[in-house]
């Protein structure tokens, strides 16, 4: 079992920055890709950033070149940088932690608010 907390929500004008982190515990072994998926209100969760194992990382059209992904050399660490906030970016994020190979290895955090004000 792998838990996963994330932390750094909260509220931020709009061109502003904030960073989420996430924090991975357990057995994390099997893991080899964490991301983030995010929930505005009303509407369906959507992937936002993904960061494979060894270091490539991949972002949603919509962050593309204001978000960045990073984590820690342990694997148990994940970031989200977010500048340049839109209002539209105000959901809630999750991160995910999960085994590319196997489906069983798919897990989530309870999630952090972002809010960005016009």
């Known amino acids: 079992q792998v838990q996963l907390v994330e932390s750094g929500g909260g509220l931020v004008q709009a061109g502003g920055s904030l960073r989420l982190s996430c924090a991975a515990s357990g057995t994390i072994f099997r893991i080899n890709v964490m991301g983030w998926d995010r929930q505005a209100p009303g509407k369906q969760r959507e992937w936002v950033a993904s960061i494979i194992s060894g270091g490539s990382s991949h972002y949603a059209d919509s962050v593309k070149g204001r978000f960045t992904s990073s984590s820690a050399s342990d694997g148990r660490k994940v970031y989200l940088r977010m500048n340049s906030q839109k209002p539209e970016d105000t959901a809630i994020y999750y991160c995910?932690?999960?085994?590319?190979?196997?489906?069983?290895?798919?897990?989530w955090g309870q999630g952090t608010q972002v809010t960005v004000s016009s």
């Open positions: 995910n932690a999960r085994s590319s190979y196997n489906n069983d290895y798919d897990y």
